[in-house]
């Protein structure tokens, strides 16, 4: 009897150990990670195509502190953050772009989750240019752009409006 009550004992323990290291690996990916930038990298050239079809380069941009989040259809999550973005932009107005950029996706299917009366700027990089050149591996990916084109941030995984704004305001001292 003794014994079978130190083996249920143990079972317990370990079930419970288990689940608590499970849980802390499945929920430690959505915690969003900064990522120190080479303030010397570059991503001016990376090409786009806009709403229009037309292409535009990060380069295009200077001139105006640019949040770039690169998302796909596929990432829910990704797309439930579009809406933040939309009520952030409105916030902000011009003193921030938002550039919800697309990976990997024709034009076409980036539109179906973007309202064009959000005021957000829509990108498709068909080529997935920008999220290899940041070396992604997560979803979402976002960079903190500056007015002169220097990135100022790199964050992996989603962000809470809350953070978001805060990210804003610390990387263009708004």
């Not at 990376?46 to 079809?53: A, C, E, L, P, R």
Request: with cysteine; aromatic share 12%; glycine share 6%.
């Amino acid at each position: 009897m003794v014994w079978t009550r130190k083996i249920t004992i143990a079972g317990i323990a370990v079930f419970f150990i288990a689940a608590g290291a499970v849980m802390f690996f499945h929920f430690r990916q959505f915690v969003p990670t900064e990522r120190s930038v080479d303030a010397q990298k570059d991503f001016s050239d990376i090409t786009f195509k806009n709403i229009d079809g037309q292409d535009v380069t990060l380069a295009s941009m200077k001139g105006k502190p640019v949040v770039a989040y690169v998302w796909a259809s596929w990432c829910e999550r990704c797309v439930r953050d579009i809406s933040s973005h939309a009520l952030l932009q409105k916030e902000f107005g011009d003193a921030v772009m938002f550039a919800e950029v697309n990976r990997g996706e024709p034009l076409e299917i980036a539109k179906k989750f973007v309202d064009p009366k959000a005021g957000l700027f829509l990108f498709a990089d068909g080529n997935d240019a920008l999220y290899k050149a940041l070396g992604g591996f997560s979803m979402p990916e976002t960079i903190f752009i500056d007015k002169d084109g220097v990135v100022r941030n790199h964050t992996r995984g989603p962000m809470s409006t809350i953070d978001l704004r805060r990210r804003i305001q610390d990387s263009f001292a708004l």
